[in-house]
RNA sequence: GCGAGCGUAGCCAAGUGGUUAAGGCAGUGGAUUGUGGUUCCACCACUCGGGGGUUCGAGUCCCCUCGUUCGCCCCA
């Protein structure tokens, strides 16, 4: 095709979908900042190898994923996969470790990863993500995965599965891949291409491989939780507790393992049955080295990121579109009555309501058949009679109750309007 | 990167080699003068993602290409 389309794996939010997106930003912000958390942004493309370094190499994310080119001044430079790493740099670049305590931080937007799209899948899609930056405390763990659920609560969402993991820390990993790659090796001939791949390089992956005569191998692999040495045992008990005593149902799944490198013994993801294959809505764990990874003091750190595009899928199977209230819908016809209907939406608009004005100048057949289809509550007629008069014609588009009222009078008894508004809105 | 399906108007969609490409939604105009969600009428694709081929003849068959969807890999 010759025209200009959105790239693949690029979309376009229309106004339509909109009020989805509008609504879980509010539900979050207002969680989030009741936690004391605050907003950060930072930039959407960042050093290439702030990414290499953070994620780590061996990732597929950063291995065959990224968007990375040069620039005009010839540094390589990576549109951003995943938020941790840019705000950690930021945290690092602007010392605010330095202010004391504990950084807790939010963000949201856009991510890019070069991939085949599929369901629940784009190039470019959309996160918003925590870091507690700062505690090794399990209460921090135990925080973040609380306002996880909290907000897909909120937001109406049930029949979600918390599942929850330790990949203890690094000494703990290296035991347990050594562990895992001496029972996965006799059966090497039996696993999946991919996972034969993976015995070598990342082990641990194979675990939570699709295949099923691979599934079937690996169920009685030894299990990493065997391999926590005491404190990441003592830790992995205490969130385990912790949310217990919070009233959050989680299950235990010793093959969850994060694609990401940073991650350490907390590991979790809150998926969906109805996504399809990516059932993964939000994935997040603690991440102690990263920070001094990236050339900062060895801090830890716990956070997790959601999909929006997936949380806005089970929203849409949910609920219609949230929709932008109407107070009243403007008609006129006519030139005088035209520029007064201008000018009382303005002032309307000034008292607190809100107005749609009709810029038609058609027949008020058809006016009315678009105020109705507006979802007004109230339209306001203007024509000429009116526009001599002064006056405008408010009439309530369910009763079909229908008044004239000088324009004057009409914005300053805002009290009584926004009454009756909500009389019709309580309906 | 690999595998499979699909591609007809803004949206949904019939059509499976043969005169003028169904229908629905939306949209626009109208059913006598300023009152809506119902009804009725009219208009709305020289063209079937693009290119090439087979054929007397192709939206319908073949090839290539682009796009899209689902899956693998991976991840949010």
């Known amino acids: ?54 994620i780590g190499e061996a990732t597929d994310v950063v291995g065959k994923e990224m968007y990375t080119f040069l620039d005009r001044g010839d540094r390589s430079i990576t549109l951003r996969p995943e938020g941790t790493a840019g705000v950690v740099r930021s945290l690092i670049e602007h ?60 937001l109406g969402l049930k029949s979600l599965q918390l599942y929850l993991n330790s990949v ?78 919070l009233g959050i149902d989680y299950q235990l799944n010793p093959r969850l393992v994060r694609g990401l490198d940073y991650y350490t013994n907390t590991a979790f993801e ?32 716990v956070g997790w990121a959601i999909g929006l595009e997936r949380l806005i899928l089970l929203l849409q199977q949910l609920q219609s579109a949230p929709k932008p209230e109407l107070d009243f819908y403007i008609i006129s016809r006519g030139d005088a009555a035209q520029a007064q209907a201008l000018r009382l939406a303005y002032r309307l608009r000034h008292a607190g309501f809100s107005v749609e004005l009709d810029l038609s100048g058609s027949a008020f057949k058809k006016q009315f058949a678009r105020a109705d289809r507006s979802g007004a509550i109230g339209c306001l007629i203007l024509g000429d009679e009116e526009a001599e008069n002064q006056t405008v014609q408010l009439k309530w588009m369910v ?23 909500d009389n019709f809105t309580a309906r």
């Not at 509008?22 to 990414?51: G, H």
């Not at 009078?409 to 009290?415: A, H, I, K, P």
């Open 270 to 301: 809150i998926q969906s049955g109805d996504l399809g294959t990516q059932a993964t809505i939000c994935g997040g764990g603690r991440y102690d080295g990263l920070v001094a990874q990236l050339g900062g003091p060895d801090i830890p750190a």
């Open 399 to 421: 009763s079909k109750a229908q008044q004239a009222i000088a324009q004057d009078d009409l914005v300053s008894m805002t009290n009584d309007l926004r009454h009756q508004l």
């Open 168 to 245: 203890g820390n690094v000494e703990d990993r290296q035991h347990y891949r050594q562990a895992l790659v001496d029972y996965l090796t006799p059966y090497k001939d039996e696993l999946d291409p991919d996972s034969q791949d993976r015995l070598g390089r990342n082990p641990l992956r194979i675990l939570d491989s699709k295949d099923e005569r691979t599934q079937r191998i690996v169920t009685n692999a030894p299990s990493i939780l065997n391999y926590l040495g005491p404190s990441s045992q003592r830790h992995f008990e205490q969130v385990q507790q912790l949310l217990s005593d």
């Open 95 to 154: 010392g605010l470790h330095t202010q004391g305590g504990v950084q807790r931080l939010w963000y949201t937007g856009a991510m890019f990863r070069y991939e085949r799209p599929q369901a629940g899948r784009q190039r470019q899609f959309h996160q918003l993500g925590v870091e507690v930056i700062g505690s090794a405390d399990s209460r921090a763990d135990a925080e973040v995965i609380v306002i996880a659920t909290d907000i897909l609560q909120r």
């Open 1 to 54: 095709m010759g025209e200009i389309q959105a790239l693949r794996g690029t979309r376009d939010i229309l106004p339509e979908e909109i009020g989805y997106w509008q609504w879980v930003e509010s539900v979050a912000r207002s969680l989030l900042t009741k936690a004391a958390y605050q907003e950060i942004r930072t930039p959407i493309f960042e050093m290439t190898s702030l990414f290499e370094r953070g």
